[in-house]
């Protein structure tokens, strides 16, 4: 029973992550920018001493912006005013996530503490990224005091639970990801949706050793 069980979690994961990879893939490719020709501007023959006109040379292209500098402008501004809402939502839960971490943390001990404590570190950093986005689309520092969480009763029922939010913040993230429009926020919701895709196989794997 317990060889069918693994086979089937197994196999959950697996078309998980094909279907998180297909999604990712298929927003990365919508929102990639189009190859722009640059027109090649040629210099005045030049000759040689030997009477023969050397080949025109083209001027090098002008230099373009470095890193994943987007063509739209704007970005993080009054066209993300509809996401607020959203944002303030995942930054609870986000904060309620390193909470709840962290109390399972002091729960575990040992190597399984240092891993849930780093989780919960992750978890508040990832919350600081989306008050930072929130702020800068409505000028309003968004920073609520997290929600209390019940005491742990029982570790491995915790890691179940840590389980099924770390999968609905990679829903949430990726549906969100689909619809938005502007690149930064597209980004972060990307972002988002790995990290938490990321920390779900780690809860797991904690599951495993427990």
Do not use: N
Not at 183 to 191: A, K
């Amino acid at each position: 029973m317990e060889g069918s069980l693994e086979a089937v979690t197994r196999g959950m994961a697996q078309d998980r992550k094909a279907v998180f990879e297909r999604v990712w893939q298929r927003v990365m490719h919508s929102g990639a920018a189009e190859d722009v020709p640059l027109e090649e501007e040629t210099l005045p023959a030049v000759t040689d001493p030997g009477g023969e006109a050397a080949p025109a040379l083209p001027a090098p292209p002008p230099e373009a912006p470095g890193g994943d500098f987007p063509r739209e402008t704007g970005v993080l501004g009054e066209s993300c005013r509809d996401y607020a809402g959203l944002l303030q939502s995942l930054i609870r839960e986000a904060l309620t996530g390193a909470r709840l971490y962290q109390a399972l943390a002091r729960r575990a001990g040992g190597v399984p503490a240092r891993a849930l404590t780093a989780l919960g570190g992750e978890e508040t950093r990832r919350a600081k990224e989306l008050s930072a986005a929130c702020f800068l689309i409505t000028g309003v520092r968004y920073w609520p005091e997290p929600a209390r969480v019940p005491p742990v009763k029982s570790y491995l029922g915790s890691l179940r639970r840590l389980f099924r939010r770390e999968q609905e913040t990679v829903a949430a993230s990726l549906a969100a990801a689909e619809t938005v429009t502007d690149p930064c926020l597209r980004d972060l919701f990307l972002g988002h949706a790995q990290g938490a895709w990321d920390r779900s196989c780690r809860v797991r794997t904690l599951v495993e050793q427990a």
